[in-house]
């Protein structure tokens, strides 16, 4: 069974604006599920109503089966770290943690254990007397982690908990947290907007745009195999090159062609293809699935804008008819003598339906 | 040289206000403990203390101050804080609904009072209302109240003028809080009462104690509504003798010395117990933290 | 669960009601007793909505007229005079119900009652007859309305000028003593006020500022300065740094940013800010009284008024033009709390 089902769930914030479209999920018992999107896209909210801060219009909550809609935030087990951490500035590092447990009514002994569990689990016990103005950035992130732990709930939801904290520090945060979670096992629920964050954090992806989902899976399944133009477009960094192309056939044979190129589509495509023949299509590649040619084997050539040197690789911005191409490459350092480079594709690319933006295949 | 305009800018900035506060309010404050401690003559003489002390009005001005300021500031600190809340949340009509509850800060002294004589006059409103819902058959006489009635009358009435202008500093506060403090105490278990008790009003602290001295020196200078309501007399405050030697017998030989001596003792009762306010809310912070 | 819902839910409308009817019904009768004539202030018990005509009988009798008003509690007519004098008519409808007719038109319709049999006629009250009647009859009273603008505008103008340099200066700048400096509005307030204007009236005599506005607006302004200071701080403090060093970035001098950059910014506060300078001043009766007697603002006139206690009717017509312009400042400052008071701290 799912620990965590959300049916046809919607939310309108005053009366006319639609935040979350009629979204159905399912969640496992002991998944690390990061929602992921860009602002706006209703992600947070989606966590605030599991969480119970925030009334559902429509549609259905379950936590382990139970219908939770109606329940107070209180009384659905579940734990967060907020975005500002929210560590309460008036309590002591050791009565932000304690106090989830104090109103349970728990022992002081069985606080005081607790407490110095958790804080040597998230590595803070020498701060326990101190106020949360004392910490750094980090050290309060680490106190959120701590007192989220403290109530050993059934559901941690995160809401873009490293989004504050500087570059660094928000890796290694990302390495701890998700050494926390193998630890506890508990259902994990994380909102970001940082692409790279939910890669390396999640079991699964779930990718919102405008209060709808737009794909779910691995972060695998999303990288490469994408669902949709949003997706290829959101996950990856350089993001896909999109290139209008229209699809015609020649001897059976079906090509990809615009002003610029024509490409031979392997025959597997065929069948999906059919519906598409002398239809304008996009074609989505991977900057890394555009690759350096000879003169000979190329399929077009780029006019290079400029280059970026990223040390291990270079990202070479360029044009092609007028719109802009970029690729990876070790090769190219810099762009001395560089006006045009020619390309060619490795075989893997995404073909979107122009209309649906919806992937054909 | 520059560095050394710098380090004065700021108290160039300062020494207008600071100037016009030595001579409009130093001045006439130091005047006012020199006559009160002088006699007509301008020798050293405690006789108007003495003569304050004794006066027949004296202790019941002095009860009726401290326990005026008392009631009143926390029951207008209550209701104050539980409007700050309300207002606090966003819904239809809220910003109509802010606008209505500071209205009474818009009504001056003079209008608040009669206001609430059209109401509790014998004819008023008030008992005009109440025997027509059928609730008394006869007009009460309001006006007669004598003693800690009328002193609880005034304390009402004091409380619907200044409830907003107690509201609006705690409201501010509010307003300024991070929504996430509330909402962890939600997630993490608290009722809502919990959540005002243990996070709300501890983060608020320092606005709280703002809002109640402001209060509370306010409180213990009442005077206006208790003459106007009831005159001269009948209820006395402390600064309301300071009115009445002023206001009503501004001609006797002591009159004016009379009314600088009650406004030195004021001050310093005024003083006493903004400290011991302090002093006590210093003392709770220390057990807390420990 | 949703027992405990409508509970929570009950509990925040009755409070809003009870806030509701606590708040507008005081007001609403207060309005209304402004407009009352003096028949309906003893009229008892009495409608809620005050009346806007009178339905009277006139009866001829014995050579006199009856003159009766419809009583709407009892729900009878009630005799008020008899008399065949018009200048005795027209004096009591005016004074009595409000009612401006002159003596032809009273007898034009008195008249026809001659002819044996009652007549039954409905006269238009004169709503604004007592705020007419208070201007007329009130020594000063339309001096005294500029007279409480001029003492309100100085006390803006000094406040702000004052007030908002020392403001800038505790939110910008760290310097010396600046913590200690936000006790100074408390500790400037602890001194009554009624106690400051005693000694300053002997100042104030000397400086020749007695009777006039600007002295009675730098008695006010004690107060003001330090909660000026206080609450534009909290405004500055507001105001991002960063827009201020831009402008130092643009080659733009230090009163040339104060003024193009700063101020402007602070503007919408500075306006809420005012406010409490205006209800000072406008508010004020007892320093007037000290000071001003001889030229009294408008609030110490309804002071006055009240004291007299001739007519409540007379003197709500009074206070509620009292009432109107501070009530357009809370209005513009319900949008300026935040900035107002959300960095004042002790």
């Known amino acids: 069974m799912e620990f965590l089902e959300l049916k046809n769930l919607t939310k309108i914030y005053q009366k006319d604006i639609l935040a979350i479209d009629k979204i159905d999920l399912k969640i496992k018992d002991g998944e690390f599920l990061v929602l992921l999107g860009p602002s706006g896209c209703g992600k947070t909210t989606t966590m605030r109503m599991i969480a119970g801060l925030e009334d559902v219009t429509e549609g259905e909550i379950f936590i382990e089966g139970k219908l939770v809609n109606n329940l107070q935030p209180r009384e659905r087990g579940v734990s967060m770290i907020f975005q500002s951490y929210a560590i309460w500035p008036h309590m002591t590092v050791f009565n932000n943690i304690a106090y989830a447990l104090k109103i349970k009514k728990m022992s002081k002994e069985k606080i005081n254990e607790t407490v110095k569990k958790v804080a040597k ?58 050494e926390m979670h193998k630890r506890s096992g508990a259902t994990t629920i994380f909102v970001t907007h940082d692409q790279s964050e939910a890669m390396s954090l999640a079991d699964r992806i779930v990718i919102m745009n405008t209060g709808t989902i737009e794909q779910i899976g691995t972060p695998n399944e999303i990288y490469h195999d994408s669902k949709t133009m949003f997706v290829a477009d ?118 979107f339906d122009k209309e649906t933006e919806k992937r054909i295949c | 040289m520059k560095n050394k305009y710098k380090k004065w800018f700021p108290y160039f900035l300062l020494t207008p206000a600071l100037l016009y506060y030595v001579l409009f309010w130093i001045r006439p404050v130091l005047r006012a403990f020199f006559e009160s401690m002088t006699d007509y003559d301008g020798s050293f003489s405690l006789m108007f203390f003495s003569k304050v002390i004794n ?18 500031v926390m029951l207008q600190f209550t209701v104050a804080f539980m409007m700050a809340l309300l207002l606090n949340k966003k819904f239809k009509g809220s910003n109509l609904l802010l606008f209505v509850a500071l209205i009474p800060m818009a009504v001056p002294p003079a209008a608040v009072a009669i206001l609430w004589k059209t109401g509790f006059s014998t004819f008023g409103w008030i008992n005009n209302l109440l025997i027509t819902l059928n609730l008394i058959k006869e007009p009460i006489l309001w006006m007669t109240a004598k003693g800690y009635n009328a002193l609880l009358f005034l304390i009402l009435i004091d409380t619907w003028t200044v409830l907003p202008s107690v509201m609006i500093i705690l409201l501010a506060g509010l307003q300024n809080l991070n929504k996430e403090y509330e909402e962890a105490g939600l997630i993490f278990g608290a009722s809502r009462f919990q959540i005002i008790k243990d996070i709300i009003m501890p983060i608020l602290k320092p606005t709280i104690i703002t809002a109640v001295i402001l209060r509370m020196i306010a409180a213990m200078q009442v005077w206006m509504i208790s003459v106007m309501m009831f005159g001269y007399g009948r209820v006395p405050f402390l600064v309301e003798r300071i009115a009445y030697y002023t206001d009503m017998v501004p001609m006797l030989k002591e009159s004016y010395k009379m009314s600088l001596t009650y406004s030195v003792v004021v001050t310093t009762i005024v003083m006493i117990s903004v400290m011991i306010y302090l002093r006590v809310n210093k003392k709770k912070e220390k057990e807390v933290r420990i | 669960m949703i027992s405990k819902n409508l509970i929570v839910r009950t509990t925040f409308y009755l409070f809003i009601a009870t806030m509701l009817i606590a708040i507008l019904i005081p007001v609403f009768f207060f309005v209304s007793t402004s407009v009352y004539s003096e028949y309906e202030v003893y009229d008892f018990p009495r409608k809620f909505l005050p009346r806007t ?189 960063e827009l201020e060093e831009a402008s130092y970035i643009f080659g733009a001098s230090k009163l040339q940013t104060f003024r193009k950059i700063t101020l402007p910014l602070a503007f919408p ?65 319900k949008n300026y709390i935040n900035q107002l008071w959300g960095e004042v701290k002790l």
Request: proline share 3%; net charge negative; charged share 20%.
């Open chain 1, 121 to 178: 689990m998230s590595n803070i016990e020498e701060y326990l007397n101190r106020y949360p103005s004392q910490l750094s950035g980090g050290q309060q992130q680490r106190v959120a982690v701590a007192r989220a732990m403290a109530v050993d709930p059934k559901l941690f939801l995160m809401d873009e908990p490293l989004s504050n904290l500087d570059a660094k520090l928000r890796v290694s945060m990302r390495t701890d947290l998700k």
């Open chain 1, 234 to 351: 959101f996950i990856g960094s350089p993001s896909t090159n999109f290139v209008d192309v229209k699809i015609i056939s020649k001897d059976n044979k079906l090509f990809a062609k615009n002003d610029a190129f024509e490409l031979p589509i392997d025959d597997k495509f065929n069948d999906k293809l059919h519906g598409y023949i002398d239809k304008d299509v996009v074609f989505g590649f991977r900057p890394e699935n555009l690759v350096l040619s000879s003169d000979e084997e190329k399929l077009f050539d780029i006019d290079v804008v400029l280059v970026e040197p990223q040390g291990s690789h270079s990202v070479i911005v360029g044009r092609l008819l007028s719109k802009q191409i970029k690729i990876v490459s070790d090769e190219v350092r810099d762009m001395k003598n560089i006006k045009t480079l020619p390309i060619k594709s490795n075989g893997i690319y995404f073909i």
């Open chain 2, 55 to 72: 006066e027949s009005m004296f202790t019941a001005a002095l009860r009726n101050s401290l326990l005026f300021a008392l009631i009143s």
């Open chain 3, 53 to 241: 005509s009178f339905d009277l009988e006139i009866e001829w009798e014995n050579d006199q007229y009856n003159l009766s008003v419809f009583d709407e509690a009892n729900n009878e007519y009630e005799l008020l005079i008899q008399s065949n004098d018009m200048d005795r008519f027209r004096l009591y409808l005016k004074r009595s119900l409000s009612i401006q007719l002159n003596n032809e038109e009273i007898e034009n319709d008195f008249s026809l009652s001659k002819k044996g049999e009652p007549i039954y006629l409905t006269y238009k009250k004169d709503l604004f007859y007592n705020y007419k009647t208070f201007f007329s009859i009130t020594n000063n009273a339309g001096k005294s309305v500029v007279n409480s603008v001029m003492a309100a505008g100085w006390t803006i103008i000094i406040s702000l000028f004052f007030g908002s340099l020392a403001g800038y200066s505790i939110a910008r700048y760290k310097f010396a003593g600046k913590s200690q400096l936000s006790l100074t509005l408390l500790v400037v307030r602890m001194f009554p006020g009624v106690a400051i204007a005693i000694p300053m009236l002997v100042y104030l005599i000397k400086m020749n500022l007695d009777n006039t506005m600007i002295g009675l607006a730098i008695v006010y302004s004690v107060g003001n300065i330090a909660l000026t200071a206080w609450i534009t701080s909290s405004i500055f403090t507001g105001i991002n740094i």
């Open chain 3, 269 to 333: 506060g500075f306006i809420a800010c005012s406010m409490y300078a205006f209800l000072a001043a406008w508010n004020d009766s007892i320093t007037a009284l000290i000071l001003s007697n001889n030229n009294p603002t408008l609030s110490l006139v309804i002071y006055k008024a009240i004291g007299s206690s001739s007519a409540i009717q007379l003197s709500a017509a009074g206070a509620v033009i009292l009432i109107l312009p501070a009530l357009v400042f809370t209005f513009i400052i």
